[in-house]
């Protein structure tokens, strides 16, 4: 009986509401100011993901707060997800008018009675509370509101419009919003493949996407999802053989083993490293309002994700490589030590009662025990002290991590990777490190500070070119020497290993990365030269920059300096690119949500390389090509021959088959105690910086892990994958300005016919090629001046060279370099035709 009564009861009731509701709504209106014309469905503008793509337009990755959305016109959704939504949520939506009044009967009443009746909403006021009110609210003014909105929305919209809306613009999981962003997330597809089980399962997400998550809760959303492909059966979009081959198939396949995270953590990034250098960058260059969190907008990137893929391969290998053969080699030591020096010095304390250095078994066990604790017992402690809210044991595990990270960053070995289209400055591909995590975010080849050793050579090798008393001809001696510092300390320079070469040619002491010879070169050219040099071609211009990472002292010869990878690259790259400056760049062009350029980065580069006029030319072009000669000297003989592959690592095929060689050149570096391993080597495309050490100093990789073995064939097998299918490519040569010369390997004079020591053609600058035929072959004794005919005379080159292996030498030996006419130096260490002092100083190996 009473419920008899109840229907119409609450039917006269919903038209009271419906009318107070639409008189309110008129008021409205009638105060709105030509609202119609205000409203406009492409000014709807959802929080979007900023999309980073490569330079072939390949997605890297997204960057968003909380918001993972992908906007897609009603036409690409398929018919089969839009009759799941309106078989789900308003099977009358293309019929009424933005509200149903047996929706909100059934509500009503379902709120009533405490049944499960579903709610009263139509899409278009489900859209209209989500962009207009707080639907956490449950009022009645707020629901009036809604109400209100959809009626307006109806009138401004069209039915495909509010749809289009309403699948791009709901909550639909953990950070994911819209349909697109929802199917990637939950089924790792996009809409195209949607299948009808997944639709039914993407449309409850709707109505309570924490209760219906398959991820959280898979038999709550199983049953859910079964009850709306029944009812799209029911309505006829589909078959029941459709819907039960369909529920069958998808949860037959379904992996239980998967957990519910955030899109934002759950994101694909295909090169990390490049993206949070890409992030930091928009980080300079957006302003006001921007926020790429949540514009929408599309960064038009250079890096190459096949030149990323090769990177990270290679890098990988290489610091699996170095930390295996550091870890052996460190092992080893800790061996010999233990049973072949400790014995001794136990036995010289005891022999002269020096307790204080005594290795007892009790320490060694002390050093083990403390490791023990660091990586194993600290981490549970750790736990512990947070679960209890023990601050002070907390406090302790804190320094515990402390002293574990400084552990790791002290014996765990690093490496950074950066490469530069030469040409234009694209940063093509970036390694910063071993791994990118929450724990390793310094990207070291951009931020990383570390010691470049003889691959800085090069730097002021270009001055001494560029003073013409330096040639790729000039000889030079390698014997021990002593160069005093300025405050008048001796330092004697040392080459890898403790060998000496005697007479060498300078291309030759480059390409074997000889110190001494190296050293001698900036005595010659003094540091202001040096400095000048090597700081343009860093694009260093800041004074106080300037003079704290060039240090006046001759260390600074062998690479005793603070740099990162991308000031080696950029170097490099500028010898590649005919001497003109190269700003390595990452960021080509940013475009808002409609495809509009807002910043058109590489076109403003381009604007200021411009206003430089000529001081964009770094170094002449003759000088850059002389010094890319001399560099391709080390790759083809010196210490890049081995990495490689002897050179058939750059033998490729062109497109008719025939074979050849890409020219390349480049510099290896290790630093003192072998501490740093690099390689910097270019090709007429890329110029490629490679680095592997330690993040704090006070470690040694080894003897056997040098530029050369190390970092070298990572360089080799990188720089063969990023050239295959490029067409042959030779360096430019200038037109003018630079000549091919013949000369003696030995002495760097025209050869004669009793030249046995081989021949060698070198290129040089215009007039400082050689003029006077070999007179070492020929008898005469004037190459070496009163040096020859005081020492040389006395024994050979060989014997020579033996001799002064030790440091401790005869004071008339010592004062060798007045007698070196390649330097014309005075015996006082002045130059006289400039009268420049030359400052001094000390050692570093390579």
Known sequence: MGSKFIVPFFTVLTVIIVGVAAGGAGLAIAETVNMKNQENFQEFAPALPTKLVDINGVLITEFSADEKRELVPLGSIPHRLINAVLAREDPEFYKHHGFSIRGIVRAIYGQLTGKSLGGGSTITQQVAGTLYTDRTERTLSRKLRELWFAIQMERRYTKDEILEIYLNYMYMGPGVYGVQAASKYFFNHGIEDITLAEAALLVIQLSSP?????????????????SVLDKMVELGYATEEEADSSFIEYWDNYDYTRASVSAYYNRDDKAPWFSEYVRRELDSMMYGSMDYYRAGYTVRTTLNLEHQEAAEKYMTAGLAKANREYGASKGNRLVRAENTYIPIINLLSLSFNMTGVRGTAAARNQARTMSRYTKIINPVVDMAALMFGMEDLKTLTNKGFADLKETIDQNVVEGALITIENETGYITAIVGGSKYDATNQLIRATQGRVM?????????????????????ATLIYDIPIVFHNEDGTPYIPLNFQGEWKGTVLLYSALAHSMNVPSLKVLDGIG???????????MGITDADVIRRTFPRVYPMGLGIISVAPIQMAKAFATFANQGREVLPIAIRAIEDRNGKIIIDNERNIRLEQQEKGKAVQVITPQNAYVM????????ETGTLYSGSGYGSKFVFKDENGETFRMPAAGKTGTTQNWSDAWTVGFTPYYTTAIWFGFDKPGNSLGLNLTGATLAGPVWGDFMRDIHQGLPYKNFI??????????????????PTKECDGGRITLTFLSGTQPSQYCD???????????????????????????????????????????????LQLSETGENPDEGLEIPAYNPLLE
């Open 210 to 226: 924490a209760r219906y998550n398959p991820l959280d809760n898979p038999n709550v959303a199983r049953e859910r999802q079964r």
């Open 452 to 472: 470049p050793g003889s691959s800085f050579k090069p730097l002021y090798y270009s001055a001494a070119i560029d003073t013409r008393k330096f040639t790729p």
């Open 527 to 537: 540091f202001d030269a040096a400095i000048n040099r090597a700081s343009a071609l």
């Open 628 to 635: 890319t000669q001399l560099l391709k000297k080390t790759v």
């Open 733 to 750: 040569r200038p037109a003018e300005g630079v000549v091919d010369v013949t000369v003696c390997a030995r002495s760097g004079l025209i």
């Open 776 to 822: 070492v072959h020929s008898g005469s004794s004037s190459i070496a001046g009163g040096f020859q005919t005081s020492i040389l005379g006395l024994m050979d080159l060989d014997e020579l060279t033996v001799a002064l292996k030790m440091p401790s030498l005869p004071d008339d030996i010592l004062n060798m370099t007045e007698e070196l006419p390649a």
